[in-house]
């Protein structure tokens, strides 16, 4: 951090304070844009990445500052914002460009790799410095090793200089392509590129129904601990009408619906409940997509054991 020379009174200059250190932002990057309701300091931790020790004292000094307010008492007791107080309103704001411009990004690199000829391309991990690479792996078919990564440099220069930034790409053939990590975004294609894939039979429709539900349910659980994952869902559901989805654009336009008039409690019910309107919603659920990977692993570890 540079050195400050000066003094800044605080009724002047509040976002100083306000914005003065990562674990404000992250903090305040989470109270108003990734969650609708207030928090518990260790459930502010876990969503900011923080330690709770270090959320706490990073919240009392945001509720010093005016922007946010403690709600409850006791055990009890969570933070929330005061959407009264210093620059709610453009903060908000602040924090849907900031995601916008992610998803801006990723719309357009899902655009450049969508080639017939990749199996699949992913990004291994997003970079955490803002001069690091975005380091793209994509398997190509044999016959098309010759001339795919120019064709592929020759779709990315444009991204590059609207966002001002690198973009790597390692081209592979299937033989020889990585297995991408579990934290892996991917851009095109689903498959495993290990040779030793092991081919399933496929689902029956009624297995397929089973499934759902049991993802479903782990999603309801899932819920009520993580008041996030709603709207991490909502802003998906969000990307993808903005991109269009063709015929699967009702469903979807449904589930957003739900999700800004249903009660979590309603929420849960309907994702669990057995009706035929349940079943079609299931097939379209956004809740799956937005989990991290340690989410995801850990609702179909419980699946696999239901099963």
């Not at 450049?112 to 990749?118: C, I, M, P, S, T």
């Not at 190509?140 to 064709?151: D, L, N, P, Y």
């Not at 894939?197 to 759902?212: F, G, M, N």
């Not at 989990?291 to 570890?301: K, P």
Request: proline share 5%; net charge neutral.
């Amino acid at each position: 951090m540079c050195p400050i020379t000066t003094c800044r009174n605080a009724l002047r200059y509040p976002l100083d304070d306000v914005l003065g250190s990562e674990a404000h932002v992250r903090l305040i990057r989470v109270l108003v844009h990734e969650v609708d309701t207030p928090l518990g300091v260790s459930d502010a931790a876990r969503l900011a990445g923080l330690t709770p020790a270090g959320a706490r004292k990073a919240l009392q000094r945001l509720e010093e500052s005016g922007f946010v307010e403690r709600v409850g008492s006791g055990r009890a007791q969570k933070y929330g914002l005061r959407e009264h107080g210093i620059a709610f309103k453009v903060l908000c704001q602040l924090f849907a460009q900031e995601q916008q411009h992610y998803d801006d990004f990723i719309s357009g690199l899902r655009g450049a790799v969508a080639l017939q000829e990749l199996r699949a391309a992913w990004v291994e991990r997003l970079p955490v410095g803002p001069k690091e690479p975005v380091d793209v792996a994509v398997v190509a078919e044999a016959g098309a090793i010759a001339w795919i990564r120019e064709e592929l440099r020759s779709r990315l220069i444009g991204l590059e200089k609207e966002f001002n930034l690198i973009i790597e790409v390692a081209v592979f053939t299937r033989a020889d392509a990585p297995t991408p990590g579990p934290d892996a975004l991917f851009l095109w294609g689903t498959e495993s590129n290990s040779g030793s894939e092991v081919r399933r039979r496929p689902q029956t429709h009624i297995e397929a129904d089973e499934r759902s539900l049991l993802m479903a349910q782990g999603v309801a659980e899932l819920m009520r601990s993580d008041p996030s994952l709603t709207k991490r869902a909502a802003q998906h559901l969000d990307r993808l009408l903005r991109e269009g989805q063709g015929s699967a654009g009702g469903d979807l336009l449904e589930w957003r619906q739900l999700l800004e008039t249903y009660s979590p409690e309603r929420l849960r019910d309907l994702l669990v409940s057995t009706s035929s309107r349940a079943v079609r919603l299931r097939q379209s659920s956004p809740f799956f997509a937005v989990l991290t990977a340690d989410e995801r692993d850990h609702l179909l570890a419980k699946i696999e054991k239901r099963r």
